[in-house]
């Protein structure tokens, strides 16, 4: 650019738009703002044709550096909205929207709420149609914040109620802000899509007001139905209500069943795995093994102490048993050449031991149990704890001893 | 005789002449470059005027603005800028007399004025809806635009007042002026035949006026005044700003006068040629070695701003000459003359001290660091006779200068504001909407303006002609204008020679324009040594334009320099020995 000596209109906004870029990136608020006065004169010229034409590229590079300019208020920030409202039509209701977050950051909800419902009664003919998608966002929002004030509402009145006064104006008011919200909710949950915090507030709704049957077909779809993207959130949401609702194990056992297929690092697969042991089907004892062998591969996990006794807790069982052995092999063979270096390192004994000594227990037994009496890890831990003279310890050390055999078996 | 300007050094009026046909001041022996030789302005060859019927002219009923014609624009628009010139100091009658002149003749060879017409034609103004017509089918509704004539009571053509007095004189009716125009003629205008008749346009008042300069030898180069207008000193962006308000624009006159970008110094400079041309127009007056313009004269600017030693000008001196470039003959601008190349005098003088950098200090990227180490070790042993000029240090500095220069004008160039107060638009319908954008432009550029900081005034840079300046006072040492050359040279017989024996040519075959508009290819051969590219850097700088422009007017020059060796003995290759 320094050697086109050819001094034009369009290619000088061009470049003065990369200078805009090039100050946001190193984020000298005070020099962009400096060129971006300038290329806001593009306004002026018709690039009708572009695919991104100056009043978008002004809307967000403003928005930028009205956001982090520290002396922009947002008495500015809000007037410039306003005006970008104005200069673009066909990007009403985003705008709206995007303002209504922006406001929603700054914790000014009433303001936010405002806007939303400022926004909902827009319309603008044939544009009111094309922007369909951005108006149900701004009604689902409206319904989140109709939540929230519900939500306030109802502590209020649990305060009180505490306090034995009752306060009728308030109890109404948060009936009608239920309607609003539950109207609004239900319509965006309807489309495929990723409504975690809608969903949540939704069901937090209809619980209180005892719809439970509807409640659970809510979380039922949102999980199962296959138009939706997977979700493991979903499945959490859906055991927690379940739960709630005092439902059997089975169910239970189902819904999490589809967490573990997704997500087998999830924290809940602790208490899937508990419940599973305890049931007397073998299939749900074999698949609690697998559970929790597959929580483990995961770095997260390596040093939970939860995770490794449920682990150790089994093994023990089926070790003592002595049935199912093939469950371990089987568990066994795809891990044996990994795990070793990855949780029984000569590192990690010492490490463990020095900093946690319940979980370099369970690690012990676990690694004592899989990989023999002689493995480094197990040797190193269980010397420390018999030199220090824990019983626990000394019982381990006998365990091992004792059941090395099937070490054999599940390693050969 | 008639000179009555007082004298630079004594403040007398008292002239005489020399021999030479200069002024001299006879109080204090000043020698001033004026000669006696005065402009001849009469070079308009067809000077029968004729006075038309005078009709007033017609009021537009719907927004209180008048008829006016596109000629009457860009005759507005050379006024401002002659005004803008000489408020720059050039001469006053580049305005009242030469430019208007030009402007007059102009008019009369492409028949928009001061030229005879046979009576009963009108001018009628074809609105878009006409497209169909055949101009040319129908005499009557042919595209013959009005009279402009001088009143006689106006006086002669010397006073200010000549390019305001101009008045239009409608001769019939006109049926309805286009309703895309809110000039008269303006999508006749655009419609014309453009080959034939030279259409004026915005860049063309640029070449009027550098011609108008030219005519008076005046010292502005063609870059300086295309720097000027950048700059914002002379009008041009925006210019129609100034019209009256009677003169509405609207429509495709906007096409006409709003410009949307700065013609390059190509275009302009030919323009002005093939205008020259167009109004036949004699040779030019001499460009003599005393001229500004001369490449003596101009490479001592150039040297200045350059930081470069003083001294170099004797060689600028030797190559002129040697090459005959400093002949008048050669520099004098002939319109009728179509096989001689036209001299751009500021790349000429440029490329000028290229060659000299080049045969003095090789610049292959090796010899001329040597040279300066050469001359660094003397300068750090001994200081008497001043200091020996260091390749390196030069390089230093100016490379420091250009870079934070050439930063600042790039972002200059980005932060350019192109529009203007008065609001633009299509049609009438265009209007509101038009308003509503501006004041929502206004609005957020003052909300932004607000956030960047200590409030900055809109300057400009004060116009001079000196973009780099460098002062011997400076005790940095910065400044290498009084730096001596001694290291560089050795006596030979008497004679002072460059201690370089070698020199490299930049092509060893001149291309022609007409295959591909350049003589050299700068671009595509990059295998040149830095040391060149950043001396091309330097001057492309300074001139604003293409590097390769300059690259193409050394080439030229080191084939006249070395004429005899390459034609004579075709068989050297790049590298020849002096």
Request: aromatic share 12%; glycine share 4%; proline share 3%.
């Amino acid at each position: 650019s320094s050697h086109e000596h050819k001094l034009n209109f369009k290619k000088s906004k061009e470049v003065c738009l990369s200078y805009i870029q090039d100050a946001m990136l190193q984020k000298q608020w005070k020099r962009a703002a400096e060129f971006l006065t300038s290329y806001i004169e593009s306004l002026e010229k018709d690039y009708s044709r572009e695919y991104m034409g100056p009043s978008e590229i002004i809307w967000r590079t403003g928005t930028e550096i009205l956001c982090h300019h520290s002396r922009s208020s947002m008495k500015e920030f809000n007037s410039f909205m306003e005006q970008m409202k104005i200069l673009g039509v066909k990007r009403y209701l985003k705008v709206c929207l995007e303002h209504a977050f922006h406001l929603l950051c700054n914790g000014l909800i009433d303001e936010a709420y405002q806007n939303l419902s400022l926004a909902e009664s827009w319309r603008f003919g044939e544009q009111t149609v094309i922007q369909d998608k951005e108006m149900k966002l701004i009604q689902a929002y409206r319904g989140l914040l109709d939540y929230y004030k519900w939500s306030k509402q109802k502590n209020i009145l649990l305060e009180h109620g505490e306090d034995g006064f009752e306060d009728l104006s308030v109890e109404q008011e948060m009936h009608s802000c239920f309607r609003n919200a539950a109207v609004n909710l239900k319509e965006i949950i309807k489309i495929p899509g990723i409504w975690d915090q809608f969903v949540k507030c939704y069901v937090d709704l209809l619980e209180f007001y005892g719809d439970h049957k509807e409640a659970r077909k809510v979380l039922h779809d949102y999980a199962y139905n296959s138009k939706f993207p997977a979700n493991p959130n979903a499945h959490v949401y859906l055991y927690q209500f379940l739960k709630r609702q005092g439902e059997s194990k089975k169910s239970l056992i189902s819904a999490l069943k589809n967490l573990h297929d997704t997500v087998p690092s999830h924290e809940l697969m602790i208490d899937f795995n508990l419940m599973l042991q305890k049931s007397k089907k073998k299939k749900k004892r074999r698949l609690g093994l697998e559970v929790i062998f597959a929580a483990l591969d995961y770095a997260g996990w390596k040093e939970n102490v939860k995770a490794w006794s449920c682990l150790a807790k089994q093994l023990k069982q089926i070790v003592m048993s002595e049935k199912h052995l093939d469950w371990l092999k089987q568990e066994w063979s795809s891990r044996k050449d990994w795990w070793p270096a990855f949780h029984f390192s000569r590192y990690l004994g010492k490490r463990n031991w020095q900093e946690n000594q319940s979980l370099s227990y369970e690690k012990a037994l676990v690694a004592g149990i899989l990989l023999g009496k002689d493995d480094k890890y197990f040797k190193y831990v269980s010397h420390q704890g018999c030199k220090a003279r824990m019983k626990r310890f000394r019982v381990l050390k006998k365990f091992v001893h004792k059941h090395n055999p099937v070490y054999m078996r599940i390693s050969g | 005789r008639d000179f009555n300007e007082r004298c630079a050094q004594c403040s007398e009026v008292n002239w005489g002449l020399t021999d030479g046909g200069r002024f001299y001041c006879r109080s204090c022996h000043n020698v001033t470059e004026r000669t006696r030789e005065v402009v001849n302005t009469d070079f308009i060859t067809n000077t029968r005027v004729q006075t038309i019927s005078k009709g007033s002219r017609k009021q537009k009923k719907t927004d209180g603005g008048c008829e006016w014609y596109v000629c009457e624009g860009f005759q507005l628009v050379l006024k401002k800028q002659a005004e803008a010139l000489e408020a720059l100091g050039v001469c006053p009658r580049m305005k009242d007399e030469v430019l208007c002149n030009f402007w007059r003749c102009y008019l009369q060879k492409s028949k928009q004025a001061y030229c005879i017409r046979p009576a009963g034609e009108t001018v009628k103004a074809l609105s878009v809806c006409d497209s169909s017509t055949d101009v040319d089918s129908d005499p009557e509704r042919s595209s013959l635009l009005h009279l402009l004539s001088l009143s006689e009571s106006e006086g002669d053509l010397q006073t200010d007042n000549s390019f305001a007095s101009s008045t239009s004189k409608v001769s019939e009716t006109q049926e309805g002026t286009s309703v895309c125009s809110g000039s008269v003629d303006g999508s006749l205008y655009l419609k014309k035949n453009q080959k034939e008749k030279l259409r004026m346009t915005m860049p063309m008042t640029l070449s009027f006026c550098y011609m108008a300069l030219l005519w008076l030898r005046e010292p502005m180069t063609l870059s300086d005044l295309l720097r000027f207008v950048v700059e914002g000193h002379i009008p041009y962006l925006n210019v129609f700003q100034h019209f009256p308000e009677k003169m509405k624009l609207c429509g495709l006159d906007l096409k006409i006068f709003c410009v949307e970008s700065y013609p390059a110094y190509e275009e302009v400079y030919n323009k002005m040629v093939e205008l020259a041309v167009f109004l036949d127009l004699p040779r030019f007056p001499d460009i003599r070695d005393s001229c500004f313009l001369h490449p003596d004269m101009l490479c001592m600017k150039y040297l200045m701003e350059a930081n470069l030693p003083d001294e170099l000008h004797n060689w600028t001196c030797r190559v002129v000459k040697k090459t005959g470039i400093g002949d008048v003959d050669f520099l004098t601008l002939v319109p009728g003359n179509k096989s001689t190349r036209k001299v751009k005098y500021d790349v000429l003088a440029a490329a000028v001290i290229v060659v000299v950098l080049k045969l003095l200090f090789l610049l292959d990227d090796r010899y001329e660091w040597l040279l300066s180490d050469f001359a660094g070790e003397r300068n750090k042993n001994s200081k008497e006779g001043g200091p020996y000029f260091e390749f390196k240090k030069w390089y230093k500095v100016i490379k420091c200068s250009l870079d934070a220069k050439q930063k600042e004008l790039d972002e200059e160039r980005a932060k350019y504001l192109w529009r203007c107060e008065k609001p633009l638009f299509y049609s009438a319908e265009m209007k509101s909407k038009v308003l509503k954008r501006r004041q929502m432009v206004v609005n957020l550029q003052n909300q932004f303006g607000k956030l960047c900081g200590a409030v900055r005034p809109a300057e400009k840079p004060n116009p001079s002609s000196f973009q780099l300046s460098w002062s011997e006072e400076n005790t940095d040492g910065s400044c290498f204008h009084g730096h001596s050359l001694k290291g560089i040279l050795q006596e030979k017989w008497g004679l002072l020679k460059p201690m370089n024996p070698e020199y490299w040519l930049c092509t060893v075959k001149l291309c022609t324009e007409k295959v591909c508009g350049h003589l050299a290819h700068y671009s595509r051969e990059e295998g040149f040594p830095q040391s060149y590219h950043f001396v091309l850097r330097l001057f492309s700088f300074l001139l604003r334009i293409q590097p390769s422009y300059i690259h193409d007017e050394v080439c030229v020059i080191e084939h006249k320099l070395f004429n005899r060796k390459l034609y004579k003995k075709p068989k050297y290759s790049t590298g020849l020995r002096k």
